[in-house]
């Protein structure tokens, strides 16, 4: 009976220290990207608009050079 709970806590302790982050395993933050800025999301809806051919390339250097400016 006493292995069992030795056996027990060892394996809780394992658990949270994983979730923790000390022994590498995954916690809440890790495996997450930053939000994309807005001009981020407002170039990849250029080059979107663009691959789609709705604004032609001298529209979509225009607003490129703007966003990155």
Excluded: C, K, Q, W
């Amino acid at each position: 009976m006493f292995l069992l709970l030795l056996l027990a806590g060892v394996a809780v302790t394992v658990f949270v220290l994983s979730r923790s982050g000390i022994l590498g395993g995954t916690s809440p933050e890790r495996g997450v990207e930053p939000a994309p800025t807005p001009v981020d999301d407002a170039l990849d809806i250029v080059r979107r608009r663009y691959a789609a051919g709705e604004i032609t390339r001298d529209e979509y250097e225009a607003l490129r050079h703007d966003l990155e400016t």
